[in-house]
């Protein structure tokens, strides 16, 4: 007796053979697929990494830096005056400004960019703007003198003045006018008199009882100094 369906046929083995082959060939795939990806993935990441580490060595070596010249800044005080034997052109003077030095020719600067070294020298130097700027010193020709507040051995340091001629004495910053220490020569001469044309030599702290004219000659440079080298003073800040 039928029961009403319709007749099934087993597969045969041709259909279980495609159909294994089928299935095989997409495992393949979808494998070569997950590696290609994971290639992809391992590139990218790998790319990402080396772009990391050269920004972290970029960044390492800009702190570096970056820490040397604030060391450099704190190790040195503001307000240092040194001797710079180099030359100064632009270039050098803002390579010498970007390391934390200023030339010491008066120039008037800002009191904002430049506050560690105004809150070391104030106005010393000079008045600046009277608003924002104040002045470097001006060392320009001249000769440095050790600070002596109680004249051990500057004995006119009460007589010293600011740049502006007002009399300060014995401060950082004053000026000294060139002086010659007080002093004596003795010239020898002959004095006339009635009786011989040629007296005595005497000096001049004898008296002279005969008229005794002297001869003024004038002798030296444009002012006393001893033997020197020219360098530029710069002043840390």
């Not at 040629?198 to 001049?204: L, S, W």
């Not at 004898?206 to 006393?224: L, W, Y």
Request: hydrophobic residues 35%.
């Amino acid at each position: 007796m039928s029961n009403g369906n319709a007749p099934t046929s087993a597969p045969n083995e041709g259909d279980k053979k495609g159909a294994s082959d089928e299935k095989g060939s997409a495992v393949i795939k979808a494998a070569v697929i997950s590696a290609i990806a994971s290639i992809i993935v391992g590139t990218v990441a790998a790319w990402a990494t080396i772009n990391s580490s050269g920004n972290r060595i970029q960044t390492l070596n800009a702190g570096i830096a970056s820490a040397q010249q604030t060391l450099d800044k704190i190790t040195i005080p503001p307000g240092t005056i040194i001797a710079y034997g180099g030359l100064l052109e632009p270039e050098k003077k803002a390579r010498l400004e970007k390391d934390g030095w200023l030339v010491c020719d008066g120039d008037k600067v800002s009191k904002t960019n430049y506050w560690r070294l105004y809150e070391r020298i104030g106005d010393f130097w000079g008045p600046g703007n009277h608003l924002d700027k104040f002045s470097l010193p001006n060392l320009q020709g001249m000769f440095l003198r050790g600070v002596d507040p109680s004249g051990t051995n500057d004995f006119d340091y009460q007589a010293r003045t600011n740049w502006q001629g007002q009399l300060v004495g014995g401060v950082v910053g004053s000026l000294q006018a060139d002086q010659l220490k007080n002093h004596r020569h003795k010239i020898l001469g002959k004095a006339l008199n009635a009786d011989k044309l040629y007296g005595a030599v005497q000096t001049i702290d004898q008296k002279f009882e005969n008229n005794f004219a002297f001869t003024e000659i004038d002798g030296g440079g444009n002012e006393t100094r001893p033997k020197n080298a020219y360098v530029y003073f710069i002043i840390k800040y």
